[in-house]
């Protein structure tokens, strides 16, 4: 069957009448089996319109063979919707006739102009795409609400910034609460993600619209820098992170949250690439302090490392077991009488290693590497005993900073009061990027070295825990040796720990 469309915005003494189309339309038709679909008083501004959706219900039940219309912005005064238009015409065979622009998609120079259309169409498409992401990353910027659910600990209220209407994040005190204790449950070395939901499961404290309590749900808010009073660490880890930062370091004062956003790609494990994502300094205030907040993410971060290197259930060293020989992990093979075994992936998988000859039980590994960890454990706590406590290095760094920012400061003033003449001024202002750059460098090494290091009450909370060993469960046992242990190598003839900073020069 074919189709007559036509359409008529409002009724004007000089617009073209709705009975004067059909007419027109009926010339072009071929058949005398036809329908016609009417839309009077609608806009072409978009396809929401009663006859034309009928019109596109027919064609989907492959009703309609033929369409005619006496020009083409009865159809869509956007070339954006008529190419979507003519997309669907396509996947359901269908003709269009346009009286007269002389427009037919059955004939050569029907489907040249056809062509033409879809070019413009295609550029259309991605003028509207970057308007709108540079739309929405200059919302970002701007610290305005991204969309989504308030995460836990937070209700939305309205604001505006700037004249626009937005949202933004108000405390919902008894999950602040609650946050904070998940947040202080997470830096004890022995507390996993498992032990706390379990907790607060056994509490009754209901995770957000009443459910229980999982991993995956605080995993979800433990990486969430919507939580943290951003200041200049924040900024050099999610820098260091690959991630766009929105706001100069200067704005990081250690008062806002963040909002961290962008296109992840289907092959990414969730939180584990941020490269490219961006993150801005959103309107409401953080809960959670960025030494607490970070401590959290490079815990987080290690038991990643765990759980890719191995999910055994049968040891707590799955993942740190290396050949010594051809460098790949040894995991649990085979059970016999109770007893696990353990193999080199490289002999079993790849054939290219010969592994260790010996065989090599479970226990007897676990109990050679508990007796080194007590060990460093007495050995760290009589050194506290014995050495005094040197000053850390960021009072150095911080000393730096306040004597680069004091030049800096010096050098603006002198330019402001036109005390440097102008034939260096050039050079002066060279000399504040440089004096900048050092800046930069020197909050970058900070940033490093707190992440590669632990506070002297974090190793001894480690070694206070390592002490109740044999209280121990599985999962807490994983966590002390994540803190404590890089690698273990196995041969025939040596078992070798490769330790953390914080316990590698005992």
């Known amino acids: 069957m074919e189709a007559i469309y036509t359409r008529q915005s409002v009724e004007k003494k000089d617009s073209i009448s709705i009975d004067y189309q059909i007419e027109q339309c009926k010339q072009k038709l071929l058949t005398d089996d036809y329908a016609v679909y009417t839309d009077k008083g609608y806009s072409g501004k978009n396809t929401n319109r009663p006859d034309f959706e009928k019109l596109t219900d027919d064609i989907k039940k492959h009703k309609i063979t033929r369409i005619i219309v006496y020009k083409l912005d009865r159809i869509s005064r956007s070339i954006l919707d008529f190419a979507n238009m003519l997309d669907m015409f396509k996947e359901y065979h ?115 619209e009443g459910g229980n309590w999982d991993t995956c749900k605080l995993s979800r808010i ?78 987080l971060s290690g038991n990643k490392r765990i759980a890719n290197a191995g999910k055994s259930k049968y040891s707590w060293l799955s993942g740190k077991l290396k050949c010594g020989y051809c460098g790949s992990s040894i995991t649990t093979t085979t059970q016999y009488n109770g007893v696990y075994y353990l193999g080199c992936t490289g002999k079993k998988l790849r054939q290219d290693c010969n592994g260790v000859q010996k065989t090599l039980k479970v226990p007897e590994i676990e109990s050679i590497v508990e007796k080194q960890i007590i060990s460093v454990c007495n050995k760290r706590k009589e050194l506290k005993k014995s050495v005094v406590q040197k000053p850390s290095n960021n009072q150095d760094i911080d000393a730096q900073l306040k004597v680069i920012d004091y030049k800096i400061d010096n050098l603006l003033k002198s330019i402001e009061d036109g005390i440097i003449p102008d034939t ?23 940033q490093r070295r707190a992440a590669e290091s632990m506070d002297d009450s974090e190793v001894f909370r480690i070694i206070s825990i390592a002490e109740n060993w044999n209280s121990l ?6 966590d002390i040796v994540s803190l404590m242990i890089d690698s273990v190598s196995i041969t025939d003839d040596s078992l070798e720990i490769a330790w953390k900073k914080a316990f590698n020069d005992l």
């Open 424 to 446: 260096v001024i050039k050079r002066t202002q060279q000399r504040i990027n440089e004096l900048e750059q050092e800046k930069k460098r020197l909050l970058e090494a900070n």
């Open 222 to 299: 433990m990486h969430s820098p919507a939580y943290v009073q951003a200041d200049a660490h924040v900024y050099l880890y999610y820098k260091s992170k690959g991630c766009v930062i929105s706001n100069d370091i200067d704005d990081f004062a250690g008062i806002n949250g963040c909002y961290l956003y962008g296109k992840r790609k289907a092959s990414d494990r969730k939180y584990t690439n941020m490269e490219n994502h961006v993150l801005s300094l959103a309107l409401h205030k953080g809960i959670i302090d960025s030494k607490t907040f970070l401590r959290c993410q490079h815990k």
């Open 473 to 478: 469960d599985l999962d807490a046992k994983k």
């Open 94 to 208: 269908i003709e269009l006739t346009i009286c007269v622009e002389q427009f037919d998609t059955s004939t050569p120079m029907g489907k040249t102009m056809l062509n033409m259309i879809m070019v413009f169409a295609e550029l259309e498409r991605e003028t509207i795409q970057q308007r709108v992401t540079a739309n929405y990353y200059e919302r970002g910027r701007l610290g305005m609400y991204m969309g989504g659910r308030a995460p836990y600990g937070f209700k939305k209220i309205e604001t505006s910034l700037n004249g626009k209407k937005t949202y933004t994040f108000e405390e919902v005190p008894e999950q602040v609460e609650v946050l904070k204790s998940i947040y202080e449950m997470y830096t004890e070395p022995n507390t996993s993600l498992g032990t706390i939901s379990r907790y607060l499961n056994k509490k009754g404290i209901r995770a957000a």
